[in-house]
Every structure is written in C-alpha cells, then in structure tokens.
C-alpha cells in the first residue's frame, strides 16, 4: 500500500507492506491532524526466492477501510499454465469495482492470444482435455467468482465448467 496527501500521489508519497496474509487493515503512524490521506493498494505474490508485485490500484481514494472478502486457490506450477495465470491476474489487478458498477471478467482480461503473450495449456473440451492458448485462465476466474460470493456481491451472469475442477468446491468453478 502506498499513501500521501497528494491525491495525484506526486509528492510525500510512502509505503507500507503488509505480510500477513491474514492482515486486513494497518495503522499508519506519524500522520498529521487535520490531513486527509489517499491510499493506493497493490496485490503482491511472494514465492521462495521471488516476490511479483502487481499495479497499483487506478484509483486513488481516502476510503479503503474494508477488505470484504478474500480467497486463494492452489495450482500446480507448470510454466505455461502459470504464464497465463500471471497474465489474466495483472490485468485484473488494481481494479476498482465502485458501487453499481458491473465487474466482467472478460472485458477486463481481454482476448487469450499469444501475441498478447498467452502460451498453450490444457483447457476443458467435451469430457476431455486439449491444448488451447490461454489454458488455466478459468482457474482466475473461479477465484474471483467465491471471492465474489464471499464477499456477498450480486452475480449478474456466471458460466461452470464442463467438469469438476480440484481447486474450488464442487460446483463454484467457473470458465
């Protein structure tokens, strides 16, 4: 998390990690009375010997006070399937959903092409698997969707999986 005074946050700005993964909020010390602060929030992952930081938020606002929900999934680390993980989740990340405003995975995440760096992994076809560009996405999407159910947030349009998926509860994957 960054914040400042400077709502454009160009000036004074600092920055505060938070590492529990269970933290939800921190206090900021030493700010001045009678100041208003503007935040800025950013998603990181943190491997063993490697930390992937993502963007920060596009909107600069002096309200993130709650976290409505959050939720993770595990995968198997396969090169090409994580590519196409870390691509749909940094187009994801730093959205800001406001209030009455309709979140579409789709739109946000764009087209799965190689030339937008999307490599060749396995995606459901039938009752069976093939090799389709973009494959493992769907696993971004099942996590935003039980984060959104989490989060006790309205589902306008959602489409399930062909087939049960091992990294969501039966029935809460999405595609």
Same mark, same amino acid.
Request: proline share 2%.
């Given at each position: ?46 491997? %063993? ?49 406001? %209030? ?68 969501? %509860? ?6």
């Amino acid at each position: 998390m960054r914040y400042s005074t400077d709502k454009k946050m160009k000036k004074g700005v600092k920055t505060v990690k938070i590492t529990k993964s269970s933290a939800t909020s921190t206090t900021i010390k030493k700010i001045k009375k009678g100041s208003t602060y503007y935040a800025q929030v950013r998603a990181y992952l943190s491997f %063993p010997n490697k930390v992937y930081n993502g963007s920060y938020s596009k909107v600069t606002s002096s309200s993130y006070s709650n976290l409505y929900a959050s939720y993770s999934s595990k995968y198997v680390n396969n090169k090409d399937r994580t590519t196409n993980l870390r691509i749909a989740s940094k187009a994801i990340d730093g959205t800001v959903i406001q %209030p009455g405003q309709t979140f579409s995975f789709n739109k946000v995440v764009g087209k799965r092409t190689k030339s937008r760096g999307y490599k060749e992994a396995y995606v459901f076809s039938g009752s069976g698997t093939v090799m389709g560009v973009g494959g493992g996405i769907c696993q971004v999407a099942s996590t935003m969707f039980n984060t959104a159910l989490l989060a006790n947030v309205s589902i306008v349009e959602r489409h399930q999986h062909s087939q049960r998926v091992t990294y969501v %509860p039966l029935g809460r994957g999405s595609k």
